[in-house]
Every structure is written in C-alpha cells, then in structure tokens.
C-alpha cells in the first residue's frame, strides 16, 4: 500500500512510519522539518499550515503518478495557556496546525486519494472529554478536529472512502514532554493564576498517568489500519482520571477544579 502520514518526523508520526515500512508498505512521510529517506520512505517538507506548500506536495506526487490507499494526518503541536493571558499568535498557531492544518492536507492532497481509499485523522483523548484549565487551547483545537473528522466521514462516505478517528492518550513523544514543561512556563509567568498553575503542574507530574511509548501507540494504529471494516472511532490508552472527572455534571466538574487548584 501506499500512505502518506503528516507529522512523521517525529513522535507518534515517526513510529508510524517506521511502523508501516516493517510492514512492507511505501511510505511518503510529510513534516516541517525533512525525514531522513530510506528505501520506500519518500519525505516531503511542508508546513500543513501553507496552502502553497501543500500544493508543492500535490504536484510533486502527481507528478509521480502517486495514488495514495491511506492518508493519516498525526501532525499536531500542544501549548499549555491561560486563555486570558496568552498571545494571540498562540491561539492561532495551535489551531491553524491542529484544526486547519489538517483540513487544509485533506484538501488538497485528496484527489491523490484512491476511490476506496482512507484517511485516519489521530485527534486526542481530550477531544471526548471536557476541558482543564490551562489545556484549554489545545482542548478547543482538538474537539474542533474530531467535529471535522466526522463531517468528513460523512461527505467522504457518500463517494466510498472512509474516515477513521483515533483518539490517543499520553504518548512519549516531544508533544507530551511540551505538556509538562508548557505547564512549568505558565506557573511562572502568568499573572493571574500563579497559586492555582502551581497545583495544576502538581496534578500534571502525578496523576495524568504513564504515557504509552510512541512505537507501542503506533503498533496500535497499524493494527487499526489493517483492519477491512474498522470502527469509525478509537480510543487508545485513555488515562482513567479524565474519564471519572468526565462522568460528573459539569457544575460539579468546575467545583471539583476549584477545590483542588485553590487551596492552600
């Protein structure tokens, strides 16, 4: 088969690559920064933010004739922000690679897509879930990708292609690592909620569980990607604490937060 997978210079797209060409497939494997090449893996440099660069990408693999059996957009960057405080090129960047990034990639790059074909949009465990405080940036970004990975399984559906979502826990890649250390930086510079940002890097460092290492999550997706009739939705190594906090009203979810993020 042959896929292209976005984000695949590093983290859970870089263990999918990887994953893929064991398994005898072409890979093309698309990022910001270049991938090393090896035999059946392709990289091509874009930023998914670009439209012209997206449109090098089309060109050059219509150029080669290239039908893609798969596209899997992983690509995605997490920023830890209070929404009152942060830049607004903040709260743009995280949802022009997130949200439009993406949108843009199926865009473009979907006359490549063979008749049959399938795109695998990776979103997040949050995406199902209400947001924190603090992660609320990449919380938005997120649900808003799940809300579009529908709306596309729907229209695509009507042409013979299907849209799988995978929602992923915390991975061991450069993305979860941003989390924590996103988390130390608000603690010291936000103004407004220095005491509560404190407790919240708390929680961060001891109870959002152990993240999945990179190549465990992308054996799981390739188990995925070589079923004949997948479901519409996974969810892969969901961290219980999100879930109980979940199954709460939302009033109770709020003053739950408040208990623990305001105390002394």
């Known amino acids: 088969m042959t896929i292209l997978i976005t984000g695949a210079a590093s983290g859970i797209g870089r263990a999918l690559a990887e ?12 990022d910001i920064v270049a991938c090393e090449a090896k035999e059946r893996l392709i990289p091509l440099r874009a930023d998914i933010t670009k439209e012209e660069d997206l449109r090098l990408v089309h060109e050059k693999l219509c150029a080669d004739a290239v039908t893609l059996d798969s596209l899997i957009c992983v690509a995605g960057i997490h920023r830890m922000a209070s929404l009152v405080e942060s830049e607004p090129d903040t709260l743009s960047r995280v949802i022009d690679v997130n949200l439009i990034g993406t949108m843009l990639t199926c865009r473009i790059l979907h006359s490549l897509i063979a008749p049959k074909g399938r795109v ?19 919380n938005v970004s997120k649900t808003a990708l799940d809300a579009y990975a529908q709306a596309l399984r729907q229209e695509l559906g009507l042409i013979g292609q299907k849209v799988i979502t995978i929602r992923p826990g915390a991975v061991e890649t450069p993305l979860q690592n941003s989390s924590l250390s996103g988390t130390e930086q608000l603690a010291a510079t936000t103004k407004l909620y220095k005491k509560q ?8 460092k001891h109870f959002m569980g152990k993240p999945m290492r990179a190549e465990k999550m992308a054996e799981k997706i390739a188990r995925i990607h070589r079923k004949r009739h997948p479901k519409l939705i996974y969810k892969i190594h969901q961290n219980a604490g999100l879930v109980l906090l979940s199954l709460l009203p939302r009033r109770l979810q709020c003053a739950v ?6 105390r002394s």
């Open 257 to 262: 937060i408040r208990a623990l993020l305001n």
């Open 19 to 30: 994953k893929m060409l064991s398994e005898g497939h072409i890979v093309y494997a698309l």
């Open 120 to 138: 695998f949009i990776v979103t997040s465990e949050v995406a199902s879930f209400d947001p924190l405080p603090f992660n609320g940036l990449y």
């Open 197 to 204: 940002s404190k407790h919240f890097l708390y929680f961060v």
